[in-house]
């Protein structure tokens, strides 16, 4: 079974050098990367920049329509107004059908802010020691998983994640 998981960085930069981490580690066939993207927002910008992994995963298991559909819901359809109401509520309803709610859209939306950044990744086979050891340096929050409430507990103890919030299964 596949993990999404969603990690908060307190820079622009750290999700990218999270992806980068995970690229090595596929390549040693330590973790399978089935799809990712990364929300990168720099102080001063009106909205984030977001990036879906192509080279990191190949064609990708969600696809971009997915991660736009995602975004755009998280982050820019405040922006458009009334207008688009209807229309955010049919993709609300569709996203919720991956297990996407609008709690886990309020959740990101709060969370990621200027000055941070956000690893979406969907991952399976990883080789839990060999990946906690490469991350041992990097400091990131866990703020969704549709793991079990025991696994995430699990993954947040070897990622020294301190902060345990409620997961969104």
């Given at each position: 079974?596949?993990?999404?998981?969603?990690?908060?960085?307190?820079?622009?930069a750290g999700a990218r050098e999270a992806s980068e981490?995970?690229?090595?580690?596929?390549?040693?066939?330590?973790?399978?990367v089935h799809d990712a993207a990364t929300v990168s927002?720099?102080?001063?910008?009106?909205?984030?920049?977001?990036?879906?992994?192509?080279?990191?995963?190949?064609?990708?298991?969600?696809?971009?329509?997915?991660?736009?559909?995602?975004?755009?819901?998280?982050?820019?359809?405040?922006?458009?107004?009334?207008?688009?109401?209807?229309?955010?509520?049919?993709?609300?309803?569709?996203?919720?059908?991956?297990?996407?709610?609008?709690?886990?859209?309020?959740?990101?939306?709060?969370?990621?802010?200027?000055?941070?950044?956000?690893?979406?990744?969907?991952?399976?086979?990883?080789?839990?020691?060999r990946v906690h050891d490469e991350f041992r340096d990097?400091?990131?929050?866990?703020?969704?998983?549709?793991?079990?409430?025991?696994?995430?507990?699990?993954?947040?103890?070897?990622?020294?994640?301190?902060?345990?919030?409620?997961?969104?299964?």
């Amino acid at each position: 079974m596949a993990t999404l998981s969603v990690w908060k960085f307190d820079d622009p930069a750290g999700a990218r050098e999270a992806s980068e981490k995970l690229r090595t580690l596929a390549k040693q066939n330590l973790i399978t990367v089935h799809d990712a993207a990364t929300v990168s927002w720099t102080e001063g910008d009106n909205r984030p920049k977001t990036t879906q992994l192509h080279n990191l995963v190949g064609a990708g298991a969600l696809g971009g329509a997915f991660w736009g559909t995602l975004f755009g819901l998280i982050f820019f359809i405040p922006l458009l107004g009334m207008a688009m109401g209807a229309a955010a509520g049919a993709l609300g309803g569709s996203m919720r059908d991956v297990g996407i709610d609008d709690d886990f859209i309020r959740r990101i939306r709060d969370d990621v802010v200027p000055g941070t950044s956000a690893l979406f990744v969907m991952t399976s086979d990883a080789v839990i020691d060999r990946v906690h050891d490469e991350f041992r340096d990097v400091r990131a929050e866990l703020v969704f998983t549709n793991l079990s409430a025991e696994q995430e507990n699990a993954l947040r103890e070897v990622f020294g994640d301190a902060e345990v919030r409620e997961s969104a299964t």
